[in-house]
């Protein structure tokens, strides 16, 4: 069973950059769709990206499209959300997703992180 494992929240200052990653260990990423999703305090979890299995081709939520990137390393154990130009709004719990191909387009994962904290200042 694949467990991940995210890293790299914290606090920066609208208009900046951070970069999250989640490491999968008991497994890879191999053959597995790969999503983040973030959710801030009182609201539902929302759906930011998606990278789909085997073709990595990638999806974006519309409020981050084109200030986020999903990607992930060449061993398929690590994937990456480098995020620029951050806004209040993005600040939030993030959390990595793994999940058969179908995941990509239904945003049911199977395996979830227990996610990292991201603040943005205005």
């Known amino acids: 069973q694949v467990q991940l494992a995210e890293s790299g929240g914290g606090l920066v200052q609208a208009g900046g950059s951070l970069s999250l990653s989640c490491a999968a260990s008991?497994?890879?990423?191999?053959?597995?769709?790969m999503g983040w999703f973030r959710q801030a305090v009182g609201k539902e979890r929302e759906f930011v990206a998606a990278?789909?299995?085997?073709?990595?081709?990638?999806r974006y939520a519309d409020s981050v499209k084109g200030r986020f990137t999903i990607s992930s390393d060449n061993a398929k154990t690590t994937m990456y959300l480098q995020m620029n130009d951050l806004k209040s709004e993005d600040t939030a719990d993030y959390y990595c997703?793994?999940?058969?191909?179908?995941?990509?387009?239904?945003?049911?994962?199977?395996?979830w992180g227990l996610g990292t904290r991201v603040t943005v200042s205005s």
């Open positions: 997703a793994a999940g058969p191909l179908a995941s990509w387009f239904t945003n049911r994962y199977e395996y």
């Open positions: 008991g497994g890879t990423f191999s053959g597995l769709s």
């Open positions: 990278l789909m299995a085997n073709t990595n081709n990638p």
